[in-house]
Structure formats: C-alpha cells, structure tokens
C-alpha cells in the first residue's frame, strides 16, 4: 500500500471512529433521560441500572477534564511553540508564541463577556414582564385581602353585641389568611430569581462548550495536517494510533459535556460531526500541501500556527473556567472524580512519552 492510499485510509477510519465514539454518550443519555421520565412506565433499565449510567456520566466528565488539562498544557502549547520555531528564519527573543496564546485566552475571556451582555440584555425585556406579573399579583393579593376585610368588618359589626369568642376567631382567621397571601408572594420573586439565575448560567455554560469545540476541532484540523505530510507509512499508522486513542477520548466527553448542559440532541449530533470530520479534513489538507511550493506552505503553515495558538488559549480557559471549577463544587465521591481526572491527565501524558520514544 503506498503513502497517498495509507493516508486516505486513515482519514476514513479516523471520521468513523470518532462517529461512533461520539454517538455512544448521545445513545446513553437519553436511555437515562427515558428513564427519568415518569410518564414512561416501560422503562428499559431498572432504578440501579439508571444511577449507576448517571454515576459513570459523572466519571467520564471528569476523566474528559484530565483529558483537557493534559492536551492543552502537554500537547497544544508545545505544539504551537514547536510549529513557531520551526516557521522562525532567525530565533528571537521574544515569546511570540505565549503571546498568541494569551490573545487566544483573553479573547475567549473577552467573547464570554459580550454574549453575557447580549444574553443579560436579551433577558432584561423578560425580567421586566416577570416583575410586571409579579406587581399586578401582589395587586390581586391586595385587593382581594381589602375584599375579604371588608366583608368580615360587616360580620364583626353585626357580632359586635354578640359572643367576643367567635369575633376574635374572625380576627384571627383574618391575620392567617393576609399573611399566607403575603408569604406565597415572596415565594413568587425568589424562585423568578432562581430560574433566571440558572437560564443565564446555562447559557454561559453553551457558550463555553461552544468555543471548546471550536478549538478542539482546529486542533483536530493540525493533527490530521502532521499525518498528511507524513512521508513513510510506518510514521502514518504509529500517528493514527495514538491520535485515536487521544482524539476518540476528546471526542466522547465533550458530547456527553454538550448533552448535560443542553439536552439537544440535534445540536451534539451537529457538534459531533464538525469534531468528526475536522481530523479527515486536515489529513486531505496535509496532502494538498505536499504538492504544493514552499512559500505557499510557509504561509498556511503561519495561518495554522496562530490558530493553533488562539485555540490552546481557548481550551486553556475552558479547563480552568470551566471544567476543574465544576469538578471542585461538586460534592460526592471526590476521591473517585481525583482519581479519574489523574487517569485522563496520565493517558495523554504517556501518550506523549511514546511520541518522544518513537
């Protein structure tokens, strides 16, 4: 088999196995969210078949968090300080490629905040209707309780010469009732507070899965770039396996990351397939710049340089905003999601250590 067939090959396998390993978390979310529904009495799997698959969603979260954490810092910074020195006619001085990161993190810094405005300002008109229902609820409240005073002022005026026991029993029937009234109002603004309070949280947490997948796929998009310019098919199939072990990884917990915090199948299908066919596409890349002349791949090689930097900024933002903070606030079996985060870190690392072996 010759070098240009090998790497057809392996772009093929690659989007078939980055498909099924995506759609495997896709698969096991919604048996638990069939599950979960009460509705549905012919349940598929029974109570502790449902906690232990809730329970492993919850480790494989946390393995994909070792996983990113490993990638970022072992993989995607190197790669980029790497690609920069090897683009660099003379050696200077200054950290170029540390800069480009930086901008890659402040500006998902930067993107978060202004779709945060976008979505507070987007929420203002309905925080407002939600006070405008609450204000003329509270009307109601009130004027039904002048209602319901003025009536028993009627009966207490009638009962003045009778029996005081039943006249302080009114009274009392009067106070109970204002103040369940009240109290049921104040129940009405936290929990609006509450609910709007989540929807804003969702929404960040969509718009951060959003870029970590935008940065995972450029990077996606660079791998399959070092395979397709790869010249020996020993190289190409030693690349495919440990781009594989790695990418099938990144692959599974970022979909199962996107179906617990948006419960959209479609939009994880659409996510899952923009990660699938990144990698194939930048092997196919790789092959166009084979043939083509070394000043026209000296410039796409600065192009994918500076994404690449751009996107280890991303996905270093994503890990430490996102990921470990959501791993250190959860409260149940700490020791377990410990041990899983260092198992996703140590299979990148020693992936890397066969890389510097070969």
């Given at each position: 088999?010759?070098?240009?067939?090998?790497?057809?090959?392996?772009?093929?396998l690659?989007?078939?196995?980055?498909?099924?390993?995506?759609?495997?978390?896709?698969k096991?979310?919604?048996?638990?969210?069939?599950?979960?529904d009460?509705d549905?009495?012919?349940?598929?799997?029974?109570?502790?078949?449902?906690?232990?698959?809730?329970?492993?969603?919850?480790l494989?979260?946390?393995?994909?968090?070792?996983?990113?954490?490993?990638?970022?810092f072992?993989?995607?910074i190197?790669?980029?300080?790497?690609?920069?020195?090897?683009?660099?006619?003379?050696?200077?001085?200054?950290?170029?490629?540390?800069?480009?990161?930086?901008?890659?993190?402040?500006?998902?810094y930067?993107?978060e905040?202004?779709?945060?405005?976008?979505?507070?300002?987007?929420?203002?008109?309905?925080?407002?209707?939600?006070?405008?229902?609450?204000?003329?609820?509270?009307?109601?409240?009130?004027?039904?309780?002048?209602?319901?005073?003025n009536?028993?002022?009627?009966?207490?005026?009638?009962?003045?010469?009778?029996?005081?026991?039943?006249?302080?029993?009114?009274?009392?029937?009067?106070?109970?009732?204002?103040?369940?009234?009240?109290?049921?109002?104040?129940?009405?603004?936290?929990?609006c507070?509450?609910?709007?309070?989540?929807?804003?949280?969702?929404?960040l947490?969509?718009?951060?899965?959003?870029?970590?997948?935008?940065?995972?796929?450029?990077?996606?998009?660079?791998?399959?770039?070092?395979?397709?310019?790869?010249?020996?098919?020993?190289?190409?199939?030693?690349?495919?396996?440990?781009?594989?072990?790695?990418?099938?990884?990144?692959?599974?917990?970022?979909?199962?990351?996107?179906?617990?915090?948006?419960?959209?199948?479609?939009i994880?299908?659409m996510?899952?397939?923009?990660l699938?066919?990144?990698?194939?596409?930048?092997?196919?890349?790789?092959?166009?710049?084979?043939?083509?002349?070394k000043?026209?791949?000296?410039?796409k090689?600065?192009?994918?340089?500076?994404?690449?930097?751009?996107?280890?900024?991303?996905?270093?933002?994503?890990?430490?905003?996102?990921?470990?903070q959501?791993?250190k606030?959860?409260?149940?079996?700490?020791?377990?999601?410990?041990?899983?985060?260092?198992?996703?870190?140590?299979l990148?690392?020693?992936?890397?250590?066969?890389?510097?072996?070969?």
């Amino acid at each position: 088999m010759d070098v240009i067939t090998t790497k057809i090959l392996v772009a093929m396998l690659f989007g078939v196995i980055r498909f099924v390993l995506g759609v495997l978390p896709i698969k096991a979310y919604f048996i638990s969210k069939t599950k979960a529904d009460k509705d549905n009495l012919k349940s598929v799997i029974d109570d502790q078949k449902y906690a232990t698959l809730r329970f492993m969603m919850s480790l494989a979260q946390s393995f994909g968090t070792g996983v990113l954490f490993a990638t970022c810092f072992l993989r995607m910074i190197p790669e980029a300080q790497q690609m920069l020195q090897l683009l660099e006619s003379e050696k200077t001085f200054y950290p170029v490629s540390q800069l480009i990161i930086s901008l890659g993190f402040f500006g998902t810094y930067f993107i978060e905040d202004i779709l945060q405005w976008f979505i507070l300002r987007e929420n203002k008109g309905t925080s407002v209707d939600t006070k405008n229902e609450n204000i003329s609820s509270k009307k109601a409240i009130s004027s039904s309780n002048r209602e319901y005073l003025n009536d028993n002022r009627k009966i207490i005026d009638k009962e003045k010469n009778g029996d005081d026991v039943s006249v302080k029993t009114i009274i009392d029937n009067m106070d109970k009732e204002v103040q369940t009234e009240n109290e049921s109002s104040v129940v009405l603004d936290s929990s609006c507070k509450v609910v709007f309070k989540q929807s804003l949280e969702t929404e960040l947490q969509i718009s951060r899965n959003l870029i970590m997948v935008v940065a995972l796929s450029v990077d996606a998009v660079w791998e399959g770039i070092l395979i397709g310019l790869q010249t020996s098919v020993s190289s190409i199939w030693y690349l495919f396996g440990a781009v594989s072990v790695h990418s099938a990884s990144i692959v599974f917990c970022v979909t199962l990351e996107v179906l617990l915090v948006e419960s959209n199948g479609r939009i994880a299908t659409m996510q899952l397939l923009l990660l699938t066919g990144t990698t194939t596409f930048g092997i196919l890349l790789g092959i166009i710049l084979c043939s083509e002349s070394k000043e026209e791949v000296v410039i796409k090689s600065w192009t994918i340089m500076v994404f690449e930097g751009f996107s280890s900024g991303a996905v270093l933002y994503v890990t430490f905003f996102e990921a470990l903070q959501r791993e250190k606030t959860r409260q149940c079996k700490r020791a377990l999601q410990a041990l899983c985060i260092i198992t996703g870190f140590t299979l990148i690392a020693l992936l890397e250590c066969l890389k510097l072996k070969d």
